[in-house]
């Protein structure tokens, strides 16, 4: 007899979507949620029909590298496979990078965006990537003000037509450097008055958009950040020929097989300076500003992908004489895994609050610092739980989860990106010091995470000591970080960033929770806020002295 099991379904992803629709009614007046929502809701239909559809039957299909045409020339074409055009096709005509330039909303268009941006992400074989990217392209050229540049690129960034819309690139990563883009080797030379790269980039994604922006360094600068430069560069010329550029190969990646990421040569590649011709890491700050909450959006949406899958499937699948969601066991795993996510989908959707206030002008300066601080510890936690997450959705389905034909292990192998992408975890954690500065950062997080739990339910006033407890614990460690040697500081900056993350996400689910008892007589976030209080916030108490961490990592 065959062995043969239900497969999970997808149903509608806004309607099945409690958190998302309680964050809206909490959050966006009602008048812009009217409007949005029929957006949303065609969104979540795509994503649970059509679109995972898609996403299924060409999880094989990859881009493809030909060097030569027939009579020998060399044309570099990436030809990418036709579920990749048609997911671009989708993405421009919903708006999904227009609609925070558009402005409709004032501060609440940012939420519009990143809420329809969540629900396709999961559905898109990672055609977020290039969104990514060209949001934080068109994020730059706005903030940098180049007249030029924004009247010819502008336009098409944020085109809803898809026979004129542009993706950009983000060329950064080279051999040498990795996150230490200062390491950049890409040399600039001023020639017939052009600028003109020379150089190589080991690691561009989404290598088939019309333009990027890049790092390089005009001739005759010093070394480090200061020295680079931030240019802009279109691909191909006015005759489709390829500006100066060699591409040498397509990385082999573990995961995020469809989007095209190349390894490259720069010979000559015309390019234009974007912000006068030094300081390139600072210039390039607001593009890293969007993409990394670009990331923080794809781990949120491939945690809820994963609880929608698997609690789908435990209806199903019937084991030792019933259904898997009828056995406590199984319960309690996915009711952690819903614990997870509601916490990391409302610490991002603080961020994305901030954001919108900022571009309309309406944050405060402590809005502002408060942005900065969370920028990496979103990315950075919420990127770490997305993998943990998948891992446990795909053992939730036996061995169904590890079979490539139920299209369920692409969920671990695309989120393992996560982590990498943007900056690694101790990358960013360092970050987050330079973010604090002399603590005024700090002092914004833990007054905005205090104004979130006063008063309330008294069920929740064990994790609004948690919360707090962790939180002023953070703010000691880091007061007497500068009375230790540098390298004792450095070995717990991931922990810092760890709890300050973890601090900040339980008091904005104890402040969602009360907002349910209170306008739905609805105790589920309370037993959210216990469960995420209960499983522990403060992780500076588990680091070793320098010295013991040193012989234990190297014995």
Not at 499 to 517: D, K, M, N
């Amino acid at each position: 007899m065959p062995f043969i099991q239900e497969s999970p379904r997808l149903e509608n992803q806004f309607d099945s979507d409690a958190l998302l629709r309680e964050y809206l009614e909490r959050v966006v007046p009602e008048d812009v949620r009217r409007e949005i929502e029929p957006e949303l809701r065609g969104m979540g239909d795509l994503a649970a029909g059509p679109l995972f559809e898609l996403a299924q039957r060409s999880r094989k299909d990859e881009p493809q590298l030909t060097h030569f045409d027939p009579w020998g020339r060399r044309i570099d074409d990436i030809r990418v496979p036709d579920a990749w055009k048609q997911l671009a096709a989708i993405a421009c005509r919903q708006g999904i990078v227009a609609i925070p330039y558009e402005r409709r909303h004032g501060p609440f268009s940012r939420i519009h965006q990143v809420a329809l941006a969540y629900l396709f992400a999961p559905s898109s074989s990672i055609y977020s990537c290039p969104l990514a990217m060209s949001d934080g392209a068109a994020k730059t050229l706005q903030t940098h003000g180049n007249t030029s540049l924004l009247e010819r690129a502008m336009p098409r960034l944020t085109s809803r037509d898809p026979a004129r819309a542009w993706t950009s690139g983000q060329w950064m990563t080279e051999s040498t450097g990795g996150s230490d883009v200062g390491l950049t080797r890409t040399v600039a030379r001023l020639e017939n008055g052009e600028w003109r790269l020379y150089g190589d980039k080991w690691f561009t994604s989404a290598a088939t958009s019309e333009m990027t922006l890049t790092l390089a360094r005009p001739e005759g600068n010093g070394p480090g950040g200061k020295g680079l430069a931030l240019f802009y560069l279109e691909l191909r010329d006015v005759d489709g020929r390829l500006n100066g550029i060699r591409i040498q190969r397509l990385k082999d990646k573990l995961g995020t097989r469809m989007l095209p990421t190349a390894e490259l040569e720069l010979d000559g590649a015309r390019a234009i300076p974007v912000a006068g011709l030094s300081d390139g890491v600072k210039s390039i700050a607001p593009m890293l500003q969007i993409t990394r909450t670009w990331n923080a959006i794809c781990s949120i949406g491939s945690m809820r992908r994963g609880v929608a899958l698997a609690r789908d499937y435990a209806k199903r699948r019937v084991q030792f004489g019933a259904s898997l969601d009828r056995k406590p066991l199984h319960i309690e795993t996915l009711a952690e895994l819903e614990a997870q996510f509601e916490a990391a989908f409302l610490l991002t959707f603080r961020t994305i609050e901030l954001l919108g206030r900022e571009e309309a002008g309406m944050a405060t300066d402590s809005e502002r610092m408060l942005a900065r601080l969370l920028q990496p510890i979103v990315k950075l936690l919420t990127a770490k739980q997305a993998v943990a997450h998948a891992s446990e959705v795909l053992e939730s389905f036996g061995g169904a989860g590890y079979v490539e034909d139920t299209g369920l292990p692409v969920v671990l192998r695309d989120a393992q990106v996560l982590p990498i992408w943007e900056g690694t975890t101790n990358v960013l954690s360092l970050d987050v010091l330079r973010a604090i500065g002399k603590g005024e950062a700090l002092q914004a997080l833990i007054a905005d995470l205090e104004s979130r739990l006063r008063g309330g339910d008294p069920a929740l006033q064990g994790p609004r000591s948690v919360a707090l407890d962790a939180a002023h614990q953070a703010g000691q460690w880091f007061r007497g970080a500068s009375t230790r040697d540098p390298g004792e500081q450095e070995s717990a900056a991931r922990a810092f960033a760890m709890t300050l993350g973890r601090a900040f996400s339980l008091a904005l689910v104890i402040e969602h929770a009360q907002w349910l008892l209170e306008r739905h007589k609805n105790r589920r976030g309370v037993a959210v806020a216990r469960r995420l209080a209960a499983a522990g916030v403060n992780s500076l108490a588990a680091v070793s002295p320098l010295e013991e961490a040193r012989a234990i990592a190297f014995p």
